[in-house]
């Protein structure tokens, strides 16, 4: 039990798809982060969310829209994918985005296929 | 900006041998300093991490990790490889906020 759930653990979605990806934190921490993690490259932090308010986009596409409804909950939403968009999504949450001495406890990832 | 390096993409050890993976650092104040470890099929799972205090810093499962001002590293190390430590290891630091740089990670070959 890692305390961040990621669901669903595999997706396999066409170019015209929509989907969402979901993440749920038991931990009580307030800051939550969505990772992009391909073959060969380093993790990529595509958004942060801090009290729940979007507090980075790292000039990700717009085909990728997150969503916070409160500190325990974070979606990502998927719409007209690319194949270079497979990859493994992974969720984190942290007590607070301003307390850089605290880790990161993350979730066991989306693999995401797009076709 | 901070960044990462880890030297070796791929390191290879018998079992019962010492482990010595490689991290370099680069940043502009005090850094915060970790190591995390990714297993097949799941997310990352911290290891050990660096916040000032002692620079030996002990972590989950006989690793270990010195932080060396001088020489801007914080190798992680484990005297005795064993093969469930056969996975993948990110070393990242963050300067203050939360903004955590990974390094591209060196995976752990431990053969018998």
């Known amino acids: 039990e890692t305390g961040v759930t990621q669901t669903p653990r595999h997706l396999v979605m066409g170019m015209t798809n929509k989907k969402s990806l979901k993440c749920e934190q038991h931990l009580g921490h307030n800051a939550m982060y969505w990772y992009k993690q391909s073959a060969k490259k380093p993790l990529e932090l595509m958004f942060v969310y801090n009290f729940k308010e979007q507090t980075e986009n790292n000039s990700v596409p717009s085909r990728f829209s997150p969503e916070c409804p409160n500190s325990s909950h974070l979606f990502l939403h998927l719409h007209t994918l690319q194949p270079e968009d497979s990859a493994l999504y992974l969720c984190?949450?942290?007590?607070?985005?301003?307390?850089?001495?605290?880790?990161?406890?993350f979730g066991n990832g989306t693999r995401l296929t797009v076709t | 900006a901070q960044s990462v390096t880890q030297l070796g993409s791929h390191v290879s050890v018998s079992e019962g041998a010492l482990v010595l993976l490689r991290c370099n650092y680069s940043?502009?104040?005090?850094?915060?300093l970790f190591w995390y470890v990714q297993y097949p099929n799941q997310g990352l799972q911290l290891l050990l991490k660096y916040t000032s205090a002692a620079t030996l810093v002990k972590g989950i499962n006989g690793f270990e990790a010195e932080f060396k001002k001088s020489e801007t590293s914080f190798h992680l190390t484990k005297p005795s490889a064993h093969m469930s430590d056969a996975a993948e290891y990110f070393c990242a630091v963050s300067e203050g906020f939360q903004k955590l740089v990974f390094g591209t990670g060196t995976r752990l070959l431990v053969s018998p």
């Open positions: 984190a949450s942290s007590p607070d985005r301003d307390r850089g001495e605290s880790p990161l406890h």
């Open positions: 940043s502009s104040v005090p850094p915060y």
